[in-house]
């Protein structure tokens, strides 16, 4: 079984200011883990992915995130907000096992970024 | 824009009609997936496809639900006797195969649907 928790729903932080978004994954094997943003309206575009090497993960946007295998833990960062950085963001896990590419998401946690 | 289209954008139904949906995935992914989201929630998978083989499905996919890829290019949803429960963002994704599943979806805007 796999299973993502992103602890908080709503993240808030002004403008310039350093961003994180946190999220913590559960699976059996070793894990290829997502963070995907999705806009009002829109589908979700994906922003970066860990599936083996470096911890630190770059992505899109400007977007970063760190893999923890010790805490079992994804969290995406940015050094410095933008307003239009204001999305909900989705962090999902895969099993490496299962091969089937069946993604598991987690509830979504809204950033909003103000001026 | 992803390349991943679905129609209808919007679809308002009675309860008890059936509907489809139409998923078409960038031209040369092989994989195709089908989610639904409720709001406040992720994406919950449903049911995935390689080619036109429908390879998993979700314990979440109820008889009154069914997917198809004929050909292995566009897929279609169908839900029969729609119950109001079945209101949500039905979402398309896509992918390509190439190496133990770690590529990551692109996924279509949705079609929302509205079970009065």
């Known amino acids: 079984a796999q299973s993502v928790a992103q602890p908080e729903d709503q993240v808030n932080v002004a403008e310039g200011n350093p961003l994180t978004v946190k999220c913590t994954y559960s699976?059996?094997?070793?894990?290829?883990l997502f963070w995907y943003v999705q806009y009002p309206n829109r589908g979700l575009q994906f922003l970066l992915k860990?599936?083996?090497?470096?911890?630190l993960v770059k992505g899109s946007y400007g977007f970063e995130a760190e893999f923890n295998k010790s805490q079992t833990s994804f969290h995406l960062k940015k050094p410095s907000a933008l307003v239009s950085d204001s999305a909900l963001y989705f962090c999902a896990v895969r099993d490496i096992r299962t091969n089937a590419g069946k993604s598991t998401f987690g509830d979504g946690t809204t950033l909003t970024v103000k001026p | 824009d992803t390349g991943v289209s679905q129609d209808p954008r919007h679809k308002i139904t009675k309860r008890g009609q059936n509907v489809t949906f139409r998923c078409d995935p960038i031209?040369?992914?092989?994989?195709l997936y089908w989610y639904r989201q409720t709001l406040g929630q992720g994406p919950e998978f449903l049911t995935y496809f390689q080619n036109e083989a429908q390879l998993e499905k979700s314990r979440l996919l109820s008889d009154r639900f069914s997917a198809e890829r004929p050909k292995g290019s566009f897929s279609t949803l169908e839900i029969q006797r729609t119950e109001q429960g079945d209101s949500a963002m039905y979402l398309c994704?896509?992918?390509?195969?190439?190496?133990?599943?770690?590529?990551?979806?692109?996924f279509g805007p949705g079609t929302r649907l509205t079970v009065l």
């Open positions: 860990y599936i083996t090497g470096d911890n």
């Open positions: 699976v059996s094997g070793n894990p290829y």
């Open positions: 994704a896509s992918s390509s195969f190439r190496a133990s599943g770690r590529n990551e979806q692109f």
């Open positions: 031209s040369e992914h092989n994989r």
